[in-house]
């Protein structure tokens, strides 16, 4: 079919030498070490960041699991007044926020930033900085969002803030504020992490390991990463409606104004529903990695995994409207989502019988993993069958925001999430500390945690049919369940007492403690071929890989690993490299140069979160100043980190291999990272052409009269000059191409000018015709389809304006041409952009018989 | 995907072709029938949505019947495509035991395949799903 290079038959190893062996790793510890001291905290290397990040989910999750036991003392017995309303509202509604945004997402990205790259026997990730930077946002917006509670200003809307309630500052203080700006910074920190695994899972699997031989976390990660992608967008587009109706007054929720409040749920179910499957398929995902390896055998039926996770990340976006069964949308509407969400349980189902399947035809080892793991399945089904329920349109209306649905949220969310993580941690433990947990401990905190569980939930499905709703201050003792509160309320200390055991179990100071032996398990799985004690460099030799499980069925690959015989075995130029392979069959393409710790990351995060926390009290002045500082360290960290010229063309990489040390266009992880960024992008804009046609269904007079219409001739104009824009960005990839740096850089620079006056024509054709954003919702969706591509455009400005100095200092070239592709990239997805919203703006009322 | 000035710089070869992500051997044929789910789906709710809102909430849905009945037909002819594409072209097969382990360009092609032919059941499946309802209301 192809030239390709028959990786199986390459030549034999050099014969080992002790003095090189020693060199190579001297060498590879001096470019891999992490900074000493407390110049940690510059580090980017994924063994650290992925430690912090998971650790830091803990804390989140410990702090919303108190806010938990609050609401329970709180509703242990009839008439308590221990909080006070108000803050009653806060710790029920920060409580699901952190749980969902600060604990259950993130902590995917933690487990998969710590062990996808050793699964994949590489030495990191693609953009290790970024991770880092991601990290950063992370652990400020999230203190931010929780800080807020001991000020007495936390968010009380409930974690899904449903307007009108949160769009009106007179109802819904600060809180909301903070809600907003803290979250839309995280989800850009989640969306920075989905970029990575995406681009990690494609682009950075070792030599030889095809598509039909990766490991199923692998494509369960670029399944999730995927679903980030498509999901989170939405709510960001959500997101900024929202805080454009509080901070400015535009119409968008408030009926008043020919807003409607439904378009909230919608935008936030949409991000919302998937969102549960976002959290629940990695964390099966641990199940599927760890089961094969108790079962000692392969898993039975690994495509049909496959199958079911590709499955349920498309099928899990038809179930947004589930959610608002009872908003009174059409019947036949709802049965469509209710038919899905039937659908779902098929692909959901088939993994887990792949699961049974594994260990009915084996003998499974016992240990505590396993343990948690069975607990989990035993959980999520029951929760998985009262999903069905609810996903009936009679059912759901009896027991929509009842305590029946609390029941069933936290029966999936804690057996298909949380147990099968308390499993990984046990599991892979010993992999990040080369020490082991103590089994006794595990088991307590197992059966505490799994009874406590059960003794907490399972009596609100009771509470729930009897009509108690959820996020309720209090009852009356004449309602009668006061009995099953209470036993509620026991089940939930006894639940937090299974974890207080967890916790010290795993952080108990092991200073002393032996280690463990390598490949604790007998796992067949890459991860495990790390060197006890670890080295910072991940994988001493990155291998050629041609079997599922390479370290049952490949035989000696941990020596051959540790004696430096495969590739890559040397630093000799001081670089932290990786090899990029492609796609399909993973082939290597080309050795990648990636960053080391660096203050940079830190301090952009740093700039971006105080612009976010700034923004929420309004102080426009700093925040830009911060905004500025933000951009400044970007710029400074892309400038010296990026794109670099290797000081050689390419490369010898070991065993007969040559390889480029430069890439660009689609061969690079960097342009693919721009691709699959402005897919999300793309996903967002889609949210608002989303929100414009729900206005022109759900109200039937949305479309103004003709002369309420922004000018059609200005519209065509501004297009003219955007796409024109959009063609100097392209001619200037071109000419640069063709060696003409100097034209090059003048299309980039006069590309501004071009861009400025499209967009401001469009600016014209609303201001001249007097539309307020503040007065119809018409006007504002106009000026938001404005706002969007102008904003877009400055940070294309910024971007030109980077490309010409780098063209300018020699940094870009006509050969290396990397940044200009990217830009050229980025330019392509913002010309599609502007095109759809010249249909949208000036082509639809037309069609729709209302323009002139 | 590919552009002319997506070539390498000049003087060396890299081992191999550029990523081929549409030609024969494309990964897209595994999303490809989901897609079409999705599309189905989405169609049948904006149909259904703007049918209700605009000939009111008590209207008939027997007349749009036929509509819903050529989208399911249509999209599962689409699918059935999808699948003799993934049989004739991949060497899909529909087995439960799967051992697709080869190390070579067929084994994954046979994968990828295989993999395409299962979702395009579980999508005809979920497309049935959707087009019940539309033969059962009778008003919006």
């Known amino acids: ?852 | 995907m590919r552009h002319g000035s997506d070539e390498q710089p000049r003087h060396f070869t890299p081992p191999g072709d550029a990523p081929r992500v549409i030609d024969q051997g494309s990964v897209w044929i595994l999303v490809a029938a989901p897609s079409i789910w999705a599309a189905h789906f989405l169609l049948s709710y904006w149909v259904a949505a703007i049918w209700c809102a605009k000939a009111g909430p008590m209207a008939s849905l027997v007349e749009p019947r036929w509509i819903i009945v050529a989208l399911g037909l249509i999209s599962a002819a689409l699918i059935a495509w999808l699948g003799v594409i993934a049989v004739r072209r991949y060497g899909g097969v529909f087995v439960i035991f799967e051992e697709i382990t080869e190390s070579s360009e067929r084994g994954r092609d046979r994968f990828v395949g295989h993999v395409a032919l299962l979702l395009c059941v579980l999508s005809v499946v979920a497309i049935g799903f959707t087009v019940i309802p539309g033969l059962v209301f009778a008003t919006c």
């Open chain 1, 1 to 852: 079919m192809t030239d390709e290079i028959d990786l199986s038959r390459l030549p034999p190893p050099e014969p080992y030498d002790e003095a090189r062996d020693k060199a190579q790793r001297k060498r590879l510890m001096d470019v891999w070490r992490e900074p000493p001291g407390w110049k940690i905290i510059s580090a980017v290397n994924n063994s650290y960041i992925g430690k912090w990040y998971l650790l830091t989910s803990f804390a989140f999750f410990t702090f919303a699991g108190i806010l938990a036991l609050m609401i329970r003392m709180q509703l242990a017995v009839p008439g308590n007044d221990l909080f006070s309303q108000q803050l009653y509202n806060q710790l029920f509604t920060l409580h699901g926020t952190a749980m969902m945004f600060l604990f259950a997402v993130p902590i995917f990205e933690a487990v998969a930033i710590i062990i996808l790259p050793e699964i994949l026997g590489a030495r990191d990730l693609p953009f290790p900085r970024l991770s880092a930077f991601g990290f950063w946002c992370f652990i400020i917006g999230g203190i931010f969002v929780c800080g807020s509670i001991f000020f007495g200003v936390a968010p009380d809307g409930g974690w899904f803030m449903y307007t009108p309630l949160s769009s009106d500052p007179a109802y819904s203080g600060l809180g909301t504020d903070i809600w907003l700006l803290g979250l839309s910074f995280i989800e850009v920190s989640s969306i920075a992490a989905a970029v990575e695994l995406i681009v990690g899972v494609l682009k950075s699997r070792p030599p030889g390991m095809r598509l039909n031989l990766m490991p199923l976390y692998c494509w369960y990660v670029l399944v999730v990463a995927g679903m980030i992608l498509f999901a989170f967008p939405p709510l960001i587009a959500g997101d900024l409606l929202l805080e454009m109706e509080r901070a400015f007054g535009w119409a968008f929720f408030d009926p008043d104004r020919g807003g409607d409040p439904l378009l909230w749920q919608h935008l936030f179910w949409i991000f919302g529903h998937p969102e549960v499957y976002i959290i629940f398929l990695p964390s099966i995902a641990l199940i599927a990695t760890m089961l094969p390896t108790f079962a000692g055998r392969p898993m039975v039926g690994h495509s049909w995994i496959v199958l079911s996770a590709v499955g349920v990340a498309f099928l899990s976006f038809g179930l947004w409207v589930h959610h608002m069964f009872t908003t009174g949308l059409p019947e036949i509407s709802l049965s469509f989502f209710s038919a899905a969400s039937e659908a779902v349980a098929v692909p959901t189902g088939i993994q887990i019988f792949c699961f049974i399947a594994t260990m009915l035809v084996s003998r499974v080892r016992p240990s505590v993993p396993m343990l948690f793991a069975g607990g989990a399945l035993a959980i999520f089904v029951f929760g998985g069958l009262t999903g069905v329920m609810v996903a009936l349109v009679p059912f759901d209306w009896q027991a929509h925001d009842s305590y029946f649905i609390v029941a069933h949220l936290h029966y999936t969310l804690i057996g298909g999430m949380l147990f099968p993580l308390f499993a990984g941690i046990h599991y892979w433990y010993p992999f990040v500390t080369q020490k082991a947990l103590n089994a006794r401990a595990g088991k307590w905190s197992f059966w505490l945690m799994f009874g406590g569980f059960n003794v907490a939930f399972l009596p609100m499905h009771w509470t729930g049919i009897m009509g108690m709703p959820r996020r309720v201050w209090t009852y009356d003792l004449s309602d009668g369940w006061a009995l099953l509160n209470m036993v509620s309320t026991i089940g939930a200390f006894v639940f937090a007492a299974g974890f207080a055991v967890l916790a010290l179990n795993v952080l108990w100071p092991r200073g002393k403690a032996p280690l463990v032996k390598r490949n604790l398990w007998n796992a067949g799985t890459m991860e495990w071929a790390a060197e006890v004690p670890d080295k910072p460099w991940g994988v001493r030799s990155i291998p050629y890989i041609h079997t599922r499980y390479p370290l049952w069925e490949q035989e000696g690959l941990v020596d051959q690993i540790d004696r430096g015989e495969w590739f890559l075995p040397d630093a000799e130029e001081g670089k932290r490299e990786l090899i990029v392979t492609d796609i399909l069959d993973a082939r290597p393409l080309f050795v990648q140069r990636v960053g080391g710790p660096s203050f940079l990351t830190l301090g952009a995060a740093f700039c971006l979160g105080a612009s976010f926390i700034l923004a929420t009290f309004h102080l426009w002045t700093i925040t830009l100043i911060f905004g500025a500082g933000f951009v400044g360290f970007t710029l400074w960290w892309l400038w010296t980190g990026t794109s670099l010229i290797p000081e050689k063309p390419e490369k010898y990489a070991g065993r007969g291999l040559t390889l480029p040390t430069y890439a660009q266009g689609n061969r690079s992880p960097g342009w693919w990272a721009v691709f699959i960024t402005m897919t999300g992008d793309m996903t967002a804009f889609m949210g608002l052409v989303f929100s414009y046609f729900f206005y022109w269904t759900a109200l039937p007079d949305f479309l103004p009269s003709a002369e309420h219409l922004p000018s059609f001739a200005w519209l065509l104009v501004g297009l003219a000059l955007l796409i024109g824009a959009w063609g100097m960005t392209v001619g200037a990839r071109e000419t640069l191409g063709r060696g003409q740096r100097g034209l090059s850089m003048a299309l980039l620079i006069g590309a501004l000018p071009v861009g400025a006056l499209g967009i401001g024509a469009w600016g014209w054709s609303a201001y001249a015709k007097g539309l307020d954003p503040t007065a119809q919702s018409f006007d504002a969706m106009v000026w938001m389809l404005i706002l969007w591509p102008a904003l877009h455009l400055l940070l294309n400005w910024v971007m030109s304006l980077y490309v010409a100095a780098r063209i300018k200092f020699g940094h870009c070239t006509p050969e290396y041409r990397a940044d200009l592709m990217n830009l050229a990239l980025y330019s392509h997805f913002l010309a599609l952009t502007v095109i759809t919203i010249f249909a949208l703006l000036a082509l639809f009322p037309l069609l729709m018989g209302v323009g002139s």
